[in-house]
């Protein structure tokens, strides 16, 4: 797929570069951030350089999509999100971090909804999932806000820090976006009822 720009008034998302390196390695360290990924900690130099080059390879070969999330009103990087996708099954998990001075400022609601709609209008997708450690509900107030239905918690799916977490999960699915956006969209099993005829 051809490099992509996505956009809303308040930040908009474009693959990530080399110049993205600086700002993740100084976003990314944070404590904050490991606390709630598996971004390493510490973060060395070379796994910031590592990151780009792998969400690169992954374009290239359209296995998943990752953004550079750019606020609009500074023109500086706030985070990244990528959407890894399952073509076989329609499917795709959004996975995302904020630097923390953009903690607030409803940048992540945004960047997602901006990834939903890029993901069933651009990819053909049906289902679009993303999941948070239990103990991180903000992440999951930001899927509930991008309109994704709890789906329910996975105990202990994560091992993480040395120990275990549980996995909240959400899901928004084609026909509830095109709902939400007053899109027609054809009723369930109307290939089976065609192949009857």
Not at 29 to 46: G, L
């Amino acid at each position: 797929m051809e490099k992509t720009t996505l956009r809303c008034p308040a930040l908009w998302m474009r693959p990530l570069a080399e110049q993205d390196i600086a700002p993740i390695l100084k976003y990314a360290s944070a404590p904050e951030i490991a606390a709630n990924t598996f971004v390493p900690h510490p973060y060395p130099p070379a796994a910031a350089h590592e990151f780009v080059r792998k969400v690169a390879d992954e374009w290239q070969s359209e296995q998943a999509y990752t953004f550079a999330i750019i606020e609009a009103q500074s023109g500086c990087f706030a985070g990244c999100m990528g959407i890894h996708l399952a073509r076989e099954h329609k499917r795709a998990e959004v996975g995302y971090w904020i630097g923390l001075p953009y903690w607030g400022r409803g940048l992540a609601t945004q960047a997602l909804r901006l990834v939903i709609q890029f993901g069933f209008e651009q990819l053909g997708l049906n289902r679009i999932a993303a999941g948070h450690f239990a103990d991180n509900p903000a992440s999951g107030r930001v899927m509930q806000k991008a309109n994704m239905r709890y789906e329910g918690t996975r105990r202990a799916y994560h091992y993480h820090r040395d120990s275990f977490k549980d996995s909240v999960w959400y899901a928004i699915l084609r026909e509830e976006y095109e709902k939400l956006q007053g899109l027609p969209h054809p009723p369930k099993h109307q290939g089976e009822r065609s192949q009857r005829k």
